[in-house]
């Protein structure tokens, strides 16, 4: 209350939106972006940033996607082949992003779509892999997850999985940096409440690669960890390491249910 | 009673030229927990600057109070909802307890989500530039100590 009326004495519509954000966490508002007590980001994001991820020609990030697009017909490698060679129209595709990480046997660990890609790229094309923030492994990742969007996330953590879904939850519980927080500091135990200017989210991970406003570009999920990791002051991993990986399989297991949203748009 | 005594970094490695000397801000000081409730002593001996210390809460990049707290600063238009409001909290805390729950609040409660801001070890890779030094200096500490005992209850 004290909040809302300090920001109602600003006047400014900037806060006046985050307050308006508080005040209607209504279920029947959400939609298919609330389910249960699971919130998509796009139900903490401001009204502007929700109606640009609505509109796909207004989403920046379906610039990569088109150009992926072109690439899935494009041959590469040594192979000679490209992508709709063995797998046809990128409609093939959907469901995928609904699944991933998954445990992948030869490699005895989880690989994500964008490892997937690198995966076929090296071993069936006979192509260079792409490097992991490149705009080709963005674009072709969200052109695969697109192909889900709407599709409910449902990834497995059974079997030979599990031992790294609980290498994923104990990071996510971990205490890191100079400020000393884990991610459910923010993300469970916060979610929903104000850190200075910013509205704390669940960390749902169903949106990504997303266009995000404050890089002006889409983004990998990875790329997004980094962020969070450094802003505790701690050392970020590489994207695409073990460590995100697994983390990537313990908050895509925490999102199902939401639906598939990529290319997502966030602040 | 329960006395914890934190030994304060030894100046010995500055002769092997190590980094980790390098990186210190400055010498950490010893402190005493006294009753595991509070800090009595100032950190460095002297009373804070009650203004430094405003202007700390409102620093992003070192106290930043304002992140997790509401305070009674009109002019900063975001204040943090996470933690307990401040205001008043000069009546409701001593000195010495609020001196405590800065340096190290993880004292009073182990699972807080606060940052200790005068504490060095235990923690899980800090990034390099932070590495062996606190978030803030002890002098840093005594002028949020000092800011925080003028927030008196009406």
């Given at each position: ?178 400020l ?15 850190l200075r ?34 802003q ?36 | ?54 202007k700390l809460a409102i620093d992003r990049k070192l106290g930043n109070c304002l992140a997790c707290h509401?305070l009674?600063?009109?002019?900063q238009?975001f204040h943090g909802?996470?933690g ?30 606060m940052p200790?801001f ?17 978030i803030l ?7 949020v ?10």
């Amino acid at each position: 209350m004290r909040r809302l009326v300090l920001a109602l004495l600003c006047g400014s519509a900037v806060s006046l939106a985050f307050a308006g954000v508080a005040v209607t966490d209504d279920a029947a508002q959400w939609g298919p972006y609330k389910v249960g007590d699971k919130r998509s980001g796009y139900t903490f994001a401001q009204p502007e940033t929700r109606a640009i991820q609505e509109d796909d020609f207004e989403n920046p990030a379906f610039l990569l996607v088109d150009a992926a697009a072109e690439l899935w017909e494009t041959a590469e490698g040594e192979a000679g082949k490209s992508c709709a060679d063995c797998h046809e129209d990128v409609e093939s595709m959907k469901g995928v992003g609904t699944r991933y990480p998954i445990y992948f046997e030869p490699w005895g660990k989880l690989m994500n779509v964008e490892q997937r890609i690198n995966q076929c790229r090296v071993d069936n094309m006979k192509a260079e892999p792409w490097k992991y923030e490149s705009d080709a492994l963005l674009g072709m990742t969200m052109l695969v997850k697109l192909q889900s969007r709407g599709m409910p996330m449902e990834v497995s953590i059974d079997g030979p999985a599990a031992p790294f879904y609980e290498k994923g939850k104990a990071f996510y519980e971990e205490r890191r940096g100079q400020l000393d927080m884990a991610c459910a500091h923010c993300h469970v135990d916060n979610a929903g409440t104000m850190l200075r200017a910013n509205l704390l989210t669940q960390g749902q991970p169903n949106g990504f690669p997303t266009y995000r406003l404050k890089w002006q570009k889409a983004g990998s999920l990875h790329r997004r960890l980094r962020g969070c990791n450094k802003q505790v002051r701690a050392k970020p991993f590489k994207a695409g390491s073990d460590e995100y990986v697994n983390l990537e399989l313990y908050i895509s297991h925490r999102a199902n249910g939401l639906p598939v949203e990529t290319p997502a748009v966030r602040n | 009673m329960i006395t914890r005594i934190i030994a304060s970094l030894a100046a010995l490695s500055v002769s092997l030229g190590f980094c980790i000397t390098a990186a210190l801000a400055e010498e950490m000081v010893a402190y005493k927990v006294v009753d595991d409730i509070e800090i009595q002593d100032s950190l460095t001996g002297k009373p804070g600057d009650p203004a430094q210390g405003r202007k700390l809460a409102i620093d992003r990049k070192l106290g930043n109070c304002l992140a997790c707290h509401s305070l009674p600063i009109p002019e900063q238009q975001f204040h943090g909802e996470t933690g307990p409001d401040l205001a008043g909290v000069g009546s409701r805390l001593t000195p010495g307890e609020i001196r405590l729950r800065v340096v190290n609040p993880k004292l009073v409660n182990p699972d807080t989500m606060m940052p200790a801001f005068y504490r060095v070890t235990g923690l899980n890779r800090v990034m390099k530039d932070f590495a062996g030094k606190p978030i803030l200096t002890a002098e840093q500490v005594e002028d949020v100590v000092a800011y925080l005992m003028t927030l008196k209850e009406d």
